[in-house]
């Protein structure tokens, strides 16, 4: 009886020791295949968004803009020669009035010494005229083509004062709002763009302004504003040289979820 018991005892420890590895081993078992589940239902969901063609289509539109900013580098560029070329046919020309006006002077001089009995006349002051409103503003126009943003907007603010009726005024209140935009001032960009559409309903650079008034809202994340404003210029200028720029904002706004 005694060796029976003994025989017992000596085969009851490892039978729970290998019941005790059995468990261990199903319990590790099922972690694993809960992992592999999960890794197949992300795989699934990734080749789901693969054939949706919606990463293509953010790819595409990503390129798109690579494109138009590399156009716009390159009208910049063309821009500061432009400037560059201008600034010197101006200081050539005042260089030359400077020359004619001194010779004047010279003449005018040597001519007009006084005689011992008589007492020498001063000449008549010339008469400075005030530039006009064409030539303030394309002083104005050179400053924020030569990309001199915060000279720009005094430039056309003090325009827009001194000017309140002239035909250019528009124009100045269109390139008063790219200087803002320039210097980041986005909401006060926006304030210029509405007063320009409100006031100047038949101005011919509309579109463009609705075009920059949707960038300004879209770099304040004013969305639903932004494609608002794109939605008005395709429909009020269905032939505007910007349109195509539009439609392509309102498509990557549209394909941006809340």
Do not use: W
Request: some cysteine.
């Amino acid at each position: 009886m005694k060796k029976l018991i003994l025989l017992a005892c000596l085969f009851a420890t490892p039978l729970h020791a290998a019941l005790f590895e059995d468990t261990d081993a199903r319990k590790k078992l099922q972690e694993m295949q809960l992992k592999e589940t999960e890794l197949e239902a992300r795989i699934v969901n990734l080749e789901a968004v693969i054939k949706s063609g919606s990463l293509n289509d953010m790819l595409n539109q990503i390129e798109l803009m690579k494109q138009d900013v590399s156009k716009l580098r390159g009208d910049m560029e063309t821009l500061r020669h432009l400037n560059a070329t201008v600034e010197q046919r101006q200081k050539d020309l005042y260089q030359d009035l400077d020359g004619r006006l001194r010779r004047i002077e010279e003449k005018s001089t040597a001519g007009s010494l006084p005689t011992p009995n008589k007492i020498a006349e001063t000449p008549p002051a010339p008469e400075i005229k005030a530039p006009s409103d064409q030539e303030v503003y394309d002083q104005a126009n050179a400053l924020l083509d030569g990309l001199k943003n915060k000279e720009a907007f005094q430039a056309f603010t003090d325009f827009i004062k001194q000017f309140p009726n002239s035909a250019l005024l528009p124009d100045a209140k269109y390139a008063l709002a790219n200087a803002q935009f320039n210097l980041k001032n986005y909401k006060a960009t926006i304030g210029t763009y509405q007063k320009l559409l409100d006031q100047h309903p038949d101005f011919a650079k509309n579109p463009e302004a609705l075009l920059g008034l949707a960038n300004a809202q879209i770099q304040l994340a004013l969305i639903p504003e932004a494609k608002k404003s794109l939605k008005d210029l395709i429909k009020k200028y269905p032939k505007s040289d910007v349109i195509q720029n539009a439609q392509k904002r309102l498509k990557v706004l549209e394909s941006i979820k809340p």
